[in-house]
């Protein structure tokens, strides 16, 4: 069964951070590229960041640069999201997804692109 299971959200006041995990079960990792998008109440989802298969390429939507750092630990199937500086405008459902046919090796797929392998979301609400 291919898979992805989240952890790491939470309830928090802005300003603060959170570390969130991704890890991946039953598909090799170390091929996908691993996309991180969230979608607030009634709004589509969008794209946050994206990491490349071994990690030599990152990149992030405008509204999170500076603030959030996409990493991965291939050896332990894992990708990271650290968030920091959170704002109220933050606060959705967080999913990662994987990016099964780069045509390349390492490719960093456009936000944009159709993912995959989908995570089940986990909520993150900043709030004063």
């Known amino acids: 069964q291919l898979r992805l299971v989240e952890s790491g959200g939470g309830l928090l006041q802005p300003g603060g951070s959170l570390r969130f995990s991704c890890a991946a079960f039953g598909f090799t990792f170390v091929v996908n590229a691993i996309g991180w998008f969230r979608q607030a109440p009634g709004k589509e989802r969008v794209g946050v960041s994206c990491?490349?298969?071994?990690?030599?390429?990152?990149n992030y939507a405008d509204s999170v640069k500076g603030r959030f750092t996409v990493s991965r630990d291939n050896a332990k199937n894992t990708v990271y999201l650290q968030m920091n500086s959170l704002k109220f405008e933050d606060t959705a459902v967080y999913y990662c997804?994987?990016?099964?046919?780069?045509?390349?090796?390492?490719?960093?797929?456009?936000?944009?692109?159709?993912?995959?392998?989908w995570g089940q979301g986990t909520q993150v609400t900043v709030s004063s």
């Open positions: 997804a994987a990016y099964h046919n780069g045509p390349f090796n390492d490719y960093l797929p456009d936000l944009n692109n159709e993912f995959d392998c």
């Open positions: 990491i490349s298969s071994i990690g030599s390429s990152t």
